[in-house]
């Protein structure tokens, strides 16, 4: 067993070269909280089960003796790898260790406050054998946030418009990105630089890459958008490192087609605008992009 300074393996779930590999690995970078099993739990529900799972537990008081395993089901386990960072270095470092890790065909993200809907990886593996030619298949989630209030949000279906949207804002959710093995091994990572908002500057280098992308047009996840996700408890952080992701995404395409001055002023007016207004405008576009329950 190899132990790096910052990340220690479980030596009970070292991977072998024998090891036959898995069609899906999901990915989970997490602090180790009770929301971690729910989301655990969560996943061992899909309807197919040719996965594997990579955790990163990026909280240094967690050790390996400290995770809670009784409350991982035993069929779970046996797809599980641990990586536990023996320092905080964040979410975007702790994701490309992970990817490090990943050996299934199409990986899969999921946030740790965010769950699985049963049929999420059989309807990836449909449109990934459908469409050859994509590489980023997305889809939408069933939200829910800390006044009761429940909605679905969607995400575009093809290309085009979600590039378009992009060039706007993240209309993505982040838990509901299955990708290619083959796109974070020979086009872009996460970019380590971004400690917030690093799905977005993503999926905007890929998009620059020319990269494509297809929207599942079902939830495929549960979303959670309490006080403490980082969505809400972080927003002014999370807008800015969108906005500078934005900016450099219109600033390399200058004077193309593709590329409109104007989005990124009104982008760092939706930065500048007050708390309450922000909130306003989220609501009135979740009004407009999604079918309530």
């Known amino acids: 067993m190899m132990v790096d300074v910052t990340t220690q393996m479980t030596d009970s779930m070292l991977k072998t070269n024998a090891k036959v590999k898995p069609y899906f690995s999901i990915l989970v970078a997490s602090m180790g909280g009770a929301c971690l099993y729910e989301a655990l739990r969560s996943i ?51 994701l490309n260790r992970g990817l490090s890790e990943c050996s299934g065909q199409i990986i899969c993200r999921l946030d740790d406050d965010d769950c699985f809907l049963p049929k999420r990886l059989s309807l990836v593996r449909a449109a990934a054998e459908q469409f050859s030619d994509i590489d980023v298949f997305t889809g939408g989630a069933l939200v829910q946030d800390d006044h009761g209030s429940r909605y679905r949000l969607s995400v575009p279906i093809e290309h085009q418009d979600i590039a378009n949207a992009l060039a706007r804002r993240n209309v993505l959710v982040h838990s509901g990105l299955n990708v290619r093995r083959r796109v974070f091994d020979d086009v872009a990572i996460y970019d380590e630089q971004y400690y917030f908002a690093q799905d977005y500057a993503l999926y905007l280098r890929w998009i620059r890459e020319g990269v494509k992308f297809k929207g599942i047009d079902q939830p495929i996840v549960t979303r959670s958008e309490g006080v403490n996700s980082i969505t809400v408890h972080k927003r002014r952080n999370q807008a800015l490192y969108s906005f500078s992701a934005l900016a450099l995404h219109h600033a390399r395409l200058w004077g193309s087609e593709q590329s409109s001055p104007m989005l990124v002023v009104h982008a760092f007016i939706r930065f500048m605008a007050p708390q309450f207004l922000r909130q306003i405008a989220r609501r009135f576009r979740g009004i407009r992009r999604v079918n309530r329950l």
């Open 44 to 94: 061992n529900s899909s309807d197919d089960q040719d996965f594997e799972v990579v955790l990163v537990i990026d909280n240094p008081e967690i050790t390996k003796n400290d995770l809670q395993y009784e409350q991982i089901d035993s069929e779970l386990k046996a797809k599980l790898f641990v990586i536990f960072n023996q320092e905080n270095i964040g979410v975007t470092k702790s």
